[in-house]
C-alpha cells in the first residue's frame, strides 16, 4: 500500500472509493463476468423456449439472441473506446510532446507507442498499455480497461498519454482507484473492437 | 543546469531553469514552482525506469521537474 507520501494527490477527489488492490480487481473481474452471463442467459433461454413453444416464433428467438449478441458486445466497444486516439494537435506541439514522453520510456515502448498509440508499462497489478484516453490492463487473458484522463483538454497526445504514465509510476492503485472502470473481459473481445494498428499491443507481446 | 517544465499545449514549456550554486536562479526556479502549485497543477519527478514522484516542494537537485495537470476518471 502506498504510504500518503507516495499516494496520487487525485485520490482526494474520490475518497469514498475502496483502493483499488489486485484481490478486489479479481473480485469486480468476476463480478463482470457474471454481469456478462447475467445479461445472455436469460434471452438464450428466451429464445429456445420461444422456438419450442412455436416454429413461427422464430423473429422473437432471433430477436432475443440479437440481444444476448449485442449487450456484451456493447461493453466489449465500450472498453475498446478509452484506447482510442483523441483529437491531435498541431505538428509542433505534437512533436515537443512526443520528445518528453520518449525521454520517460524505454526503446521498446516508444516503438509500441509509434506503431500502436499506447506506452507499456509493466506494473505489480499487470501490465498497463496506456493511452490518450485511458488505460489497458491485461492481467492473465483478461483486459480491465480504464476511462482516465488529464484535466486539460488542449494538450498534444504525447502529453496526454505522459500525464497518465506519470501518475501510474506515482501510485499504481491509486491510479486504478482515480480511474473508471469501462469494462472488464476476455482480452479477445476488446481486440477485435480496437483500431487494426492498435491490435498488435493487446497480442502479449510484452507480457 | 536543472530545470522545470511544464505540460501544456505547446507540447511543454520551461518554466524555470537554475543551478545550486546560483541563488537567483533558485529563488526564481521556487517562486515559478510555487506559482505553478496555485494553478492546481502537480510537481513530478522520474525516479528510475517505472518510477515517479509527487513532489510539493522544488528538489533543488533534481536535473528535471514536470508540472502536470491532475487526471481525473473520464
Known amino acids: ?141 483478461r483486459v480491465f480497461c480504464w476511462c482516465v484522463k488529464a484535466s486539460d483538454p488542449e494538450l498534444p497526445s504525447g502529453d496526454r498519454v505522459a500525464h497518465l504514465l506519470l501518475a501510474l509510476r506515482t501510485d499504481e492503485e491509486g491510479f486504478a482507484t482515480v480511474a473508471n472502470l469501462a469494462f472488464s473481459g476476455a482480452r479477445w473481445r476488446v481486440r477485435r473492437r480496437l483500431p487494426k494498428h492498435q491490435r498488435s499491443a493487446l497480442a502479449g507481446e510484452y507480457a | 543546469m536543472s530545470r522545470l517544465i511544464r505540460m501544456d499545449q505547446t507540447g511543454h514549456t520551461t518554466l524555470a531553469e537554475w543551478s545550486v550554486d546560483d541563488e537567483v536562479s533558485r529563488e526564481a526556479a521556487v517562486a515559478a514552482f510555487a506559482a505553478e502549485l496555485e494553478t492546481g497543477a502537480i510537481a513530478m519527478v522520474t525516479r528510475g525506469a517505472g518510477h515517479a514522484e509527487h513532489v510539493r516542494e522544488l528538489p533543488l537537485d533534481e536535473e528535471l521537474v514536470i508540472m502536470r495537470r491532475p487526471i481525473a476518471g473520464g
Open chain 1, 1 to 141: 500500500m502506498a504510504t500518503e507520501a507516495h499516494a496520487l494527490p487525485e485520490l482526494a477527489s474520490v475518497y469514498w472509493r475502496p483502493r483499488a488492490t489486485a484481490e478486489r480487481l479479481r473480485r469486480r473481474g468476476r463480478l463482470w463476468t457474471l454481469t456478462t452471463v447475467a445479461h445472455v442467459v436469460p434471452f438464450v433461454i428466451v429464445a429456445v423456449v420461444m422456438m419450442l413453444l412455436s416454429p413461427l416464433a422464430f423473429p422473437v428467438s432471433l430477436a432475443a439472441l440479437a440481444h444476448a449478441w449485442l449487450i456484451p458486445a456493447l461493453y466489449a466497444q465500450r472498453g475498446a473506446n478509452v484506447a482510442r486516439p483523441l483529437r491531435r494537435a498541431a505538428d509542433g506541439p505534437e512533436r515537443v510532446a512526443l520528445g518528453l514522453l520518449g525521454d520517460l520510456v524505454d526503446h521498446r515502448a516508444r516503438e509500441l507507442h509509434a506503431r500502436t498509440g499506447l506506452v507499456p508499462e509493466q506494473g505489480r497489478l499487470g501490465l498497463w498499455l496506456v493511452g490518450e484516453a485511458g488505460a489497458l490492463l491485461l492481467v492473465g487473458r
